[in-house]
Nanobody, 111 residues
């Protein structure tokens, strides 16, 4: 059974930073492409980034240059470093493997 658990969300001021983590189990993490997606209040799911088994990353234009996705295969953990946050980044952030995703972690950017 795929299990994904996000952590690291919280309240941050505009311009601030947060680092999200996602611990994974139930599948071969090191061989899997992993994604981050988010859902802002009242909106649908938005793809944020993904990283393949080789460490190659891709980002949505809205976060490119501000967010960095990385992975530690030894720890079965996915990360999302978020810098220069703005109110438009407020959302529940999920890590995903295929169609599976965790319970999410809330990120709120507000002064």
């Amino acid at each position: 059974e795929v299990q994904l658990e996000e952590s690291g969300g919280g309240l941050v001021q505009p311009g601030g930073s947060l680092r999200l983590s996602c611990t994974a189990s139930g599948f071969t993490f090191s061989e899997s492409t992993m994604s981050w997606v988010r859902q802002a209040p009242g909106k649908g799911l938005e793809w944020v980034s993904h990283i393949n088994r080789y460490g190659t990353t891709n980002y949505a234009d809205s976060v490119k240059g501000r967010f960095t996705t990385s992975r530690d295969n030894a720890k079965n953990t996915l990360y999302l470093q978020m810098n220069s946050l703005n109110p438009g980044d407020t959302a529940v952030y999920y890590c995903a493997q295929g169609v599976d995703r965790g319970q999410g972690t809330q990120v709120t950017v507000s002064s």
